[in-house]
């Protein structure tokens, strides 16, 4: 990143040493993708997750052209 890249997303303040004010700079990881889905059945509750899951993670790889998300 140059300079022209970085902005602040979060500030805060610690002392973990007493009577030492440093400052230190930290990279937040960028967030991934994500979706929350909700099945219910009736008869069959939970039997399905796998396989709904198998399928957007697939669908979700393909979009985002990343191979390396579970």
């Known amino acids: ?4 890249d970085e902005y602040a997303v979060a500030q805060g303040n610690t ?3 007493p009577n ?3 400052t230190s700079k930290m990279e ?3 967030d991934l993708p ?7 059945g ?16 697939q669908g979700v790889n393909e979009r985002l052209d990343r191979p390396d998300l579970v």
């Open 1 to 4: 990143m140059n300079g022209a």
């Open 15 to 17: 002392r973990l040493i």
């Open 20 to 22: 030492l004010n440093t």
């Open 28 to 30: 937040v990881p960028a």
């Open 34 to 40: 994500g979706i929350v889905i909700f099945l219910h």
């Open 42 to 57: 009736v008869n069959d509750p939970g039997a399905s997750y796998e396989s709904v899951e198998t399928g957007l993670c």
